[in-house]
């Protein structure tokens, strides 16, 4: 039985997921059948990763060997940038779902605040604001909500939305957002974004949870707190790895978490963290590590209207 927090439209979503970003083809479809038969139940994917289609091969495997029903797993999707305008909203979830082969999804993200012209590359860098779409996502939100009451999506949510964002949201849709998913991990812990979010009863998603450490060593990339030899430590003491230290620390935030793993042995790791409880003093020592530092911090687009990083939170 998988744990669930509950959101603020009676559903409940599984504390940890399955993340898909960077999972290859060929790859994907295995880790997301590992992922079931280990108790996950609960898969973040976005048409952005590009792999939609060999993620829902791997829930569809699990359907048809009768481990799971549709309505035993979540599954969350996500509207990318170049998509924000209001009539293109409903599309793309439709292509997303014909990807996953699924009728519905239980969540769909707006993925960042900004959106990019119809007509750009996906990640236009270098191309300056030329590039950019100032489609309000206010405007992207009503298509959200036509998702909704269209049945395609069962709850819909914002990621990489600041305070001030996610509040003109809350104060001007019909349909409250259910989640803010956002990078949360020792070393950007959020709290105060997170308490903000749970005012308005929004559950946080922590995405890079394990600090994306395939990235380590990068320039200006900070060390992920998994490679700390104190957090190694703490981990000893309860016959546990660094990474279900962190992701115990996480947890016990109240948010979920999505860790990404193509590795049957680490995708079991990642979801056997609820045995074993941190004391004040480790959890004193995991607050310290906090230093506001994105591995995801976009700033090739911080010149954007609605780039989220300008302010504290
Ligand atoms: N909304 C957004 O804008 C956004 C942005 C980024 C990510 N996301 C979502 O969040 C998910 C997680 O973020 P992420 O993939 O960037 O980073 P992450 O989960 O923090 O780190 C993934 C990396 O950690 C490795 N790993 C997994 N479990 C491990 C363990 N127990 N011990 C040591 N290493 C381990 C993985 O390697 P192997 O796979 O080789 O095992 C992979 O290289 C994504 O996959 C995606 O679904 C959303």
Not at 100 to 128: Q, T
Not at 140 to 168: P, Y
Not at 302 to 308: I, L, R, S, W
């Amino acid at each position: 039985m998988s744990r669930t927090l509950k959101l603020n439209n009676g559903h409940q979503i599984p504390i940890v997921g399955l993340g898909t970003y960077k999972s290859p083809p060929g790859d994907v479809q295995r880790a997301v059948k590992d992922a079931i038969d280990c108790g996950y139940r609960h898969i973040d994917c976005a048409w952005f990763y590009e792999n939609e289609v060999e993620v829902g091969e791997g829930i569809h495997e699990k359907f048809s060997d009768g481990t799971i029903k549709r309505d035993d797993i979540f599954i969350t999707s996500k509207l990318w940038n170049n998509f924000h305008a209001k009539n293109k909203v409903v599309p793309m979830l439709k292509e997303s779902l014909e990807k996953l082969k699924l009728d519905y999804v239980d969540l769909y993200l707006i993925h960042w605040p900004m959106g990019f012209k119809e007509s750009s590359p996906l990640l236009p860098i270098n191309e300056g604001a030329s590039a950019y779409s100032d489609v309000d996502y206010l405007e992207t939100w009503e298509g959200m909500e036509e998702c909704v009451n269209l049945g395609l999506a069962k709850s819909i949510g914002l990621s990489n939305f600041n305070s001030e964002q996610v509040d003109r949201v809350f104060k001007n849709c019909k349909i409250k957002p259910v989640i803010n998913q956002v990078e949360v991990n020792p070393n950007i812990n959020q709290k105060k974004l997170i308490e903000f979010c749970k005012k308005r009863e929004i559950v946080v998603t922590a995405f890079c949870p394990l600090g994306r450490s395939n990235y380590a060593g990068r320039p200006g990339f900070p060390t992920p707190t998994i490679f700390d030899p104190k957090v190694v430590d703490i981990g000893k003491k309860y016959n546990k790895t660094a990474a279900q230290v962190v992701l115990n620390y996480l947890v016990s935030l109240g948010i979920s978490v999505i860790p990404k793993s193509v590795t049957k042995s680490r995708i079991a790791e990642n979801i056997n963290i609820f045995d074993f409880q941190l004391s004040d003093e480790e959890i004193a020592y995991l607050n310290s590590c906090n230093k506001n530092q994105r591995c995801s911090p976009q700033t090739d687009y911080a010149d954007h209207k609605y780039f989220p990083f300008n302010i504290e939170f």
